[in-house]
């Protein structure tokens, strides 16, 4: 028995080492090529400067830009995950026929509209609605592209709470939102914090949803303003796209360990008992 | 529900139809399209170009998504659970890496791993001179992918897994199962359902996945291109965004039948092996 | 129940909402078309233009950002104050892809929006004329713009970059001209001489031959294949084409699997085939491009054709991509030649081919006077010099040409040398389609696929292109 557990822990930590160096192999010119002051698409020990960071501050829209991602991506998010979690959660306790096709439907029309040829039709219906250059505008359309998604995973969370807590919640006087609030949402919060993550994640990646609706280059996000570091020829000025990417990195790593630690994934069985 | 109708189904609907019509974003069809009926569709279906794409998309979409990243996304979150919370950390944070980086970077960092003459894999292995994106296209994207996407899969396999509820582990372990017993009776009713979305989503992804195009650019000879990069190059670099949008619908009838043939693998109609209700079957 | 019927219910309606959205977008399509009224508010005391480019301040193009944002703006709006006018001028920036440049100002042109005045590239003039997009300056601005005198200092052939169907849609912003680009130390290696000038496609393959000997060195790439888009057709397959005697599109007519095509194409056979003079490998690379770039500035590659850009932009040492600090001794440059001399277009003994940006102005534009004002302050003598005190470029006009060139002798020679001697693609909205074709028949050469067989492949792609549309000559 000690053997066998034995290799179980060395199995596990030669899976984590495998992942480790797979997974960080080609993160390697990402540690470089910012701070070389002459990268080419090759891992090598930088000639070290900080000269790409410097330009990058002094630029007008880079750092600013990063705040822009912030703000769409927590904005999407945030409806996001209200709306999703409304929606999962009626859609869970709710008996409609159909229900789960309706909603996969709504899952594929998704992937139509965050396509390249609804890109028109966006735009248009943005234009009649005054919603471009707006960020307000980026926000919604990038959410009516999410919810779907969010509602689809999250349901599963809803479906796998049982249905007593409410009851005896429902016993004490609480209204459905309460119940929604102090029952349900701790219980699903795993799931929440995989919607909040992965919203995060598509949004602070999308350019072409903002690139296209927004104008004055103050108010693009991050995932925009990387591609001004081409030349006029499309070559890539590699120092300050590495170097960005960086930058553009951070704030996301920092957004999922925090949600990790604070939300976590670590969920111990619902309700304390 | 208004944000859905408004920012989804209006679009949408609108996309579908401008798949029935020559609509292109300049020339001539821009100002005045015409209806053409389905013709974009026979247009595609008897494109030979567009059936190897297809072809291509669907071993990839299986390698990449279906085998590759759910099962190292799940085999990510099993195994994290038990290791010390720094060094899961480290592995959490370098795989969730991989996924937020702009695809724009990423293919830099492939690039730089898979390069002919001054690749890291090449200096790694000794290989020096091999063209890995050339001379195993397919192969490089499906590793690529993988890469790219398991994040997800272990994010929302690590909720999962959080939401099983620990007595049922206690009591596994009293009765004395092991790894696999413990998957299958235990891991697995509990979370068929979230199998089930994860596979349904990583394919409806995988099919619009665009990122290797940055890589292979569909190359050599069309090798890598897959349905995302096949649907951008007639949408964008042809501009027939109608013949695009028309794509779009088949490759959702696809994903249709794909979620048909999910179901019946893993939903409500095969009973749970241990008769405990599962989420799937409540929902019927 | 309740939230299947509302969302029945909202879809009904937005389906509704929908054609009738429609129906508007078709209405202001037709209204763009012919440009408005060209004296509308031509007596404002109150003006706002918008100048809408690909360039952004740090980033893309950088120094023409900077150009409109310190020089144009503030002159501009100096000079209307003092007739009385209060101008306002913005400047939408973009650092983006081409494409996506043109897909964004294709949206707002076709939604009936977008700045005053819009940089484009000049191979776009056909589509979005078509398109309804755009329209020929005289319509948009009224006469006064046939009485513009820098018309004059515009070579008939950089104008034809904005035209289209024989009107001017825009004034061209820029020019360039391509060139064989060498490797000068590779050369003295090889025993070549410091000033090699090619006559014909046999003395390249020579000197390709020469430099073989060296070891680690590639003699010459000319782009092939689809990855490398535009530049394959740009940089490869059309100047040689032109080097034949022939053009892609000549007479209304597309050229097919012509004895000039499949000459071209044979080229690409000696060179990328048996003898491998070329890299066939890096023809099929995603970033194949950079790679040649950063070869050609590692002195590990002998000949590229490229357009001055290479020079600007590329290896210069000032802030190039793949900067070379000894560029002025190391790097030197050919004119293209014909096949065989006087085998070129026309008769020429040497060849090149040129692409070109200008600027046009909105359709929709609420000021039309203004904007065409600002569009001839922007294409002044005195705004190009402003603009060349920080890096020299290739301006239109031959005025400044002659004097703002003088201390850059690559410049220099592709004005006064490869400009009379180039030639344009057809500014028609088939063409981006045809050029991928021109792509794939190369890349197929260099793949191993012979010149005949990649000849008649390109044949029925662009059969298949063309359609009933046009004609195919053989």
Same mark, same amino acid.
């Given at each position: 028995?000690?053997?066998?557990?034995?290799?179980?822990?060395?199995?596990?930590?030669?899976?984590?080492?495998?992942?480790?160096?797979?997974?960080?192999?080609?993160?390697?010119?990402?540690?470089?090529?910012?701070?070389?002051?002459?990268?080419?698409?090759?891992?090598?020990?930088?000639?070290? *400067?900080?000269?790409?960071?410097?330009?990058?501050?002094?630029?007008?829209?880079?750092?600013?830009?990063?705040?822009?991602?912030?703000?769409?991506?927590?904005g999407t998010?945030?409806?996001?995950?209200?709306?999703?979690a409304?929606?999962?959660y009626a859609?869970?306790?709710?008996?409609?026929?159909?229900?789960d096709?309706?909603?996969?439907?709504?899952?594929?029309?998704?992937?139509?509209?965050?396509? *390249?040829?609804?890109?028109?039709?966006?735009?248009?219906?943005?234009?009649?609605? +005054?919603?471009? #250059?707006?960020?307000?505008?980026?926000?919604l359309?990038?959410t009516?592209?999410?919810?779907?998604?969010?509602?689809?995973?999250l349901?599963?969370?809803?479906?796998?709470?049982?249905?007593?807590?409410?009851e005896?919640?429902?016993?004490?006087?609480?209204?459905?939102?309460q119940?929604?609030?102090?029952v349900?949402v701790p219980?699903?919060?795993?799931?929440l914090a995989?919607?909040?993550?992965?919203?995060?994640v598509?949004?602070w990646?999308?350019?072409?949803?903002?690139?296209?609706?927004?104008?004055?280059?103050?108010?693009q996000?991050?995932?925009?303003?990387?591609?001004?570091?081409?030349?006029e020829?499309?070559?890539?000025?590699?120092?300050?796209?590495?170097?960005?990417?960086l930058?553009?990195?951070?704030?996301?790593?920092?957004?999922y360990?925090?949600?990790?630690?604070?939300y976590?994934?670590?969920?111990?069985?619902?309700?304390?008992? | 529900?208004?944000?859905i109708?408004?920012?989804?189904?209006f679009?949408a609907?609108?996309?579908?139809?401008?798949?029935?019509t020559?609509?292109?974003?300049?020339g001539?069809?821009?100002?005045?399209?015409?209806?053409v009926?389905?013709?974009?569709?026979?247009?595609?279906?008897?494109?030979p170009d567009?059936?190897?794409?297809?072809?291509?998309?669907?071993?990839?979409?299986f390698?990449s998504?279906?085998?590759?990243?759910?099962?190292?996304?799940?085999?990510?979150?099993w195994?994290a659970?038990?290791l010390?919370?720094?060094l899961?950390s480290?592995?959490?944070?370098?795989?969730?890496?991989?996924?937020?980086i702009?695809?724009?970077v990423?293919?830099?960092?492939?690039?730089?791993?898979?390069?002919?003459?001054?690749?890291t894999?090449?200096?790694?292995l000794?290989?020096?001179?091999t063209?890995?994106?050339?001379?195993?296209?397919?192969?490089?994207i499906i590793?690529?992918?993988i890469w790219?996407?398991?994040a997800?899969?272990?994010?929302?396999?690590?909720?999962?897994?959080?939401?099983?509820?620990?007595s049922q582990?206690?009591?596994?372990r009293?009765?004395?199962?092991? *790894?696999?017993?413990?998957?299958? #009776?235990?891991?697995?009713?509990?979370?068929?359902?979230?199998?089930?979305?994860?596979?349904?989503?990583?394919?409806?992804?995988?099919?619009?996945?665009f990122a290797?195009?940055?890589?292979?650019?569909?190359?050599?000879?069309?090798?890598?291109?897959?349905?995302?990069?096949?649907?951008?190059?007639?949408?964008?670099?042809?501009?027939?965004?109608?013949q695009?949008?028309?794509?779009?619908l088949?490759?959702?009838?696809i994903?249709?039948?794909?979620?048909?043939?999910?179901?019946?693998?893993?939903?409500?109609?095969?009973?749970s092996?241990?008769?405990?209700?599962?989420?799937?079957?409540?929902?019927? | 129940?309740?939230?299947n019927?509302?969302?029945?219910g909202?879809?009904a309606?937005?389906?509704?909402?929908?054609?009738v959205?429609?129906?508007?977008?078709?209405?202001?399509?037709?209204?763009?078309?012919?440009g408005?009224?060209?004296?509308?508010?031509?007596?404002?005391?109150?003006?706002?233009?918008?100048?809408?480019?690909?360039?952004?301040?740090?980033?893309k193009?950088?120094e023409?950002?900077?150009?409109?944002t310190?020089?144009?703006?503030?002159?501009f709006?100096?000079?209307?104050?003092e007739?009385?006018?209060?101008?306002?001028?913005e400047?939408?920036e973009n650092?983006?892809d081409?494409?996506?440049?043109?897909?964004?100002?294709?949206l707002?042109l076709?939604?009936?929006?977008?700045?005053?005045?819009?940089?484009?590239?000049g191979?776009?003039?056909?589509?979005?004329?078509?398109a309804?997009?755009?329209?020929?300056?005289?319509?948009?601005?009224?006469?006064?713009?046939?009485?513009?005198?820098?018309?004059?200092?515009?070579?008939?052939?950089?104008?034809q970059?904005?035209?289209?169907d024989?009107?001017?849609?825009?004034?061209?912003?820029?020019?360039?001209?391509?060139?064989?680009?060498?490797?000068?130390?590779?050369?003295a290696?090889a025993?070549?001489?410091d000033?090699?000038q090619p *006559?014909?496609w046999?003395?390249?393959?020579?000197?390709?031959e020469a430099?073989?000997?060296i070891?680690?060195?590639t003699p010459?790439?000319?782009?092939?294949?689809?990855?490398?888009?535009?530049?394959?057709?740009?940089?490869?397959?059309?100047?040689?084409?032109?080097?034949? +005697?022939?053009?892609?599109?000549?007479?209304?007519?597309?050229?097919?699997?012509?004895?000039?095509?499949?000459e071209?194409?044979?080229f690409?056979?000696?060179v990328?085939?048996?003898?491998?003079?070329g890299?066939?490998l890096?023809?099929?690379?995603?970033?194949?491009?950079?790679?040649?770039?950063?070869?050609?500035?590692?002195?590990?590659?002998?000949?590229?054709?490229?357009?001055?850009?290479?020079?600007?932009?590329?290896?210069?040492?000032?802030g190039g991509i793949?900067?070379?600090?000894?560029?002025?001794?190391?790097?030197g440059?050919?004119?293209?030649?014909?096949r065989e001399?006087?085998? +070129?277009l026309?008769?020429?003994d040497?060849?090149?081919?040129?692409?070109?940006?200008?600027?046009?102005?909105?359709?929709?534009?609420?000021?039309?006077?203004?904007?065409?004002?600002?569009?001839?302050?922007?294409?002044?003598?005195?705004a190009?010099?402003?603009?060349?005190?920080?890096?020299?470029?290739?301006?239109?006009?031959?005025?400044?040409n002659?004097?703002?060139?003088?201390?850059?002798?690559?410049?220099?020679?592709?004005?006064?040398?490869?400009?009379?001697?180039?030639?344009y693609?057809p500014?028609?909205a088939?063409?981006?389609?045809?050029?991928?074709?021109?792509?794939e028949?190369?890349?197929?050469?260099?793949?191993?696929?012979?010149?005949?067989?990649?000849?008649?492949?390109?044949?029925?792609?662009?059969e298949?292109?063309?359609?009933?549309?046009?004609?195919?000559?053989d």
């Amino acid at each position: 028995m000690s053997v066998r557990a034995a290799l179980g822990v060395i199995g596990r930590y030669v899976f984590a080492g495998f992942v480790l160096v797979f997974f960080a192999l080609p993160l390697l010119w990402l540690l470089t090529a910012p701070f070389d002051s002459a990268p080419s698409v090759q891992v090598s020990v930088p000639d070290f *400067t900080l000269e790409n960071f410097r330009t990058l501050w002094d630029n007008p829209y880079a750092m600013r830009s990063l705040g822009n991602s912030v703000i769409i991506a927590a904005g999407t998010m945030a409806i996001t995950l209200v709306l999703a979690a409304l929606a999962s959660y009626a859609l869970s306790r709710v008996r409609i026929p159909g229900r789960d096709t309706l909603l996969y439907l709504l899952l594929l029309l998704s992937s139509i509209v965050t396509g *390249t040829a609804a890109m028109v039709p966006t735009f248009l219906l943005m234009t009649e609605l +005054g919603l471009i #250059d707006r960020q307000l505008g980026v926000v919604l359309v990038l959410t009516g592209g999410l919810l779907p998604t969010a509602i689809f995973i999250l349901k599963d969370f809803m479906d796998s709470t049982p249905r007593s807590y409410e009851e005896s919640a429902r016993v004490f006087g609480a209204s459905s939102l309460q119940i929604l609030r102090h029952v349900v949402v701790p219980i699903a919060r795993p799931g929440l914090a995989t919607i909040a993550v992965w919203a995060v994640v598509q949004v602070w990646g999308n350019f072409l949803v903002p690139f296209i609706l927004l104008r004055s280059p103050e108010q693009q996000p991050a995932a925009v303003v990387m591609f001004t570091f081409y030349t006029e020829g499309g070559q890539p000025n590699l120092g300050l796209i590495s170097t960005f990417s960086l930058l553009f990195s951070i704030p996301v790593v920092a957004m999922y360990l925090f949600v990790n630690r604070r939300y976590g994934f670590r969920f111990h069985g619902g309700i304390k008992r | 529900m208004l944000v859905i109708a408004v920012f989804l189904l209006f679009p949408a609907i609108w996309t579908l139809y401008l798949g029935l019509t020559n609509w292109r974003l300049t020339g001539l069809a821009a100002r005045e399209p015409d209806f053409v009926g389905l013709e974009n569709y026979t247009d595609a279906l008897s494109d030979p170009d567009f059936r190897n794409s297809l072809l291509l998309t669907l071993v990839f979409v299986f390698f990449s998504a279906i085998v590759g990243q759910s099962i190292l996304g799940f085999a990510l979150a099993w195994i994290a659970r038990k290791l010390r919370p720094a060094l899961r950390s480290v592995v959490e944070t370098v795989v969730l890496l991989a996924w937020i980086i702009p695809a724009s970077v990423v293919a830099f960092l492939w690039l730089a791993l898979l390069d002919r003459r001054e690749g890291t894999l090449n200096a790694l292995l000794g290989t020096d001179g091999t063209a890995w994106l050339l001379e195993y296209p397919m192969q490089s994207i499906i590793v690529f992918n993988i890469w790219n996407g398991t994040a997800f899969s272990m994010l929302l396999f690590s909720s999962a897994l959080a939401s099983v509820p620990p007595s049922q582990f206690e009591t596994a372990r009293m009765a004395g199962a092991g *790894t696999f017993a413990t998957l299958r #009776d235990v891991v697995l009713p509990n979370i068929r359902g979230h199998i089930l979305t994860n596979t349904l989503l990583i394919t409806l992804w995988t099919f619009n996945v665009f990122a290797p195009y940055l890589i292979t650019a569909g190359g050599p000879q069309g090798r890598t291109e897959i349905l995302g990069v096949y649907i951008y190059r007639v949408a964008l670099r042809d501009g027939a965004l109608g013949q695009g949008a028309a794509l779009s619908l088949i490759m959702i009838i696809i994903n249709l039948v794909v979620a048909a043939v999910y179901l019946r693998l893993l939903g409500r109609d095969r009973p749970s092996r241990r008769g405990r209700k599962s989420t799937r079957e409540r929902r019927a | 129940m309740r939230l299947n019927t509302r969302l029945g219910g909202t879809a009904a309606g937005l389906l509704a909402a929908a054609l009738v959205l429609a129906a508007c977008g078709s209405d202001d399509d037709d209204g763009g078309s012919g440009g408005g009224d060209p004296s509308l508010n031509a007596d404002a005391t109150e003006v706002t233009l918008t100048i809408t480019d690909n360039s952004i301040v740090g980033g893309k193009n950088t120094e023409g950002a900077e150009w409109i944002t310190n020089w144009v703006i503030p002159e501009f709006t100096a000079m209307q104050a003092e007739k009385g006018v209060d101008v306002t001028v913005e400047f939408e920036e973009n650092g983006v892809d081409d494409e996506d440049y043109k897909t964004k100002i294709a949206l707002d042109l076709q939604s009936g929006g977008g700045g005053d005045i819009i940089g484009i590239d000049g191979i776009w003039t056909g589509e979005f004329a078509e398109a309804g997009y755009i329209a020929p300056l005289t319509d948009v601005a009224g006469d006064a713009v046939e009485d513009w005198e820098g018309w004059e200092q515009i070579p008939e052939a950089v104008q034809q970059a904005m035209t289209f169907d024989d009107q001017a849609y825009g004034i061209p912003v820029g020019t360039d001209g391509r060139v064989i680009y060498v490797n000068k130390d590779l050369f003295a290696q090889a025993g070549l001489p410091d000033d090699w000038q090619p *006559t014909s496609w046999d003395e390249i393959i020579q000197a390709a031959e020469a430099l073989k000997q060296i070891d680690g060195v590639t003699p010459l790439q000319i782009n092939a294949g689809v990855p490398m888009g535009e530049a394959t057709t740009m940089q490869g397959f059309l100047p040689l084409l032109a080097g034949a +005697g022939e053009e892609i599109w000549a007479d209304d007519t597309w050229t097919g699997a012509s004895d000039g095509v499949t000459e071209v194409l044979d080229f690409y056979g000696q060179v990328y085939g048996d003898s491998a003079y070329g890299d066939a490998l890096l023809q099929q690379e995603a970033q194949g491009r950079d790679t040649s770039f950063a070869m050609f500035a590692a002195g590990e590659l002998g000949m590229l054709i490229e357009s001055d850009y290479f020079w600007r932009s590329v290896v210069n040492p000032d802030g190039g991509i793949n900067p070379m600090p000894n560029r002025d001794e190391v790097v030197g440059w050919a004119k293209i030649p014909a096949r065989e001399p006087g085998a +070129g277009l026309d008769g020429q003994d040497f060849v090149s081919m040129s692409g070109g940006t200008g600027r046009v102005i909105n359709p929709n534009t609420e000021f039309p006077q203004q904007a065409w004002e600002l569009m001839m302050f922007m294409n002044s003598a005195e705004a190009y010099e402003a603009q060349l005190a920080g890096v020299p470029r290739i301006t239109p006009r031959d005025d400044v040409n002659a004097t703002a060139l003088a201390g850059d002798p690559m410049l220099s020679f592709i004005a006064e040398e490869v400009l009379p001697i180039t030639a344009y693609r057809p500014a028609l909205a088939l063409y981006p389609e045809v050029s991928v074709a021109l792509q794939e028949a190369t890349g197929a050469v260099a793949a191993g696929t012979s010149a005949q067989d990649a000849a008649s492949e390109y044949q029925s792609a662009l059969e298949g292109i063309v359609g009933d549309d046009g004609s195919i000559s053989d």
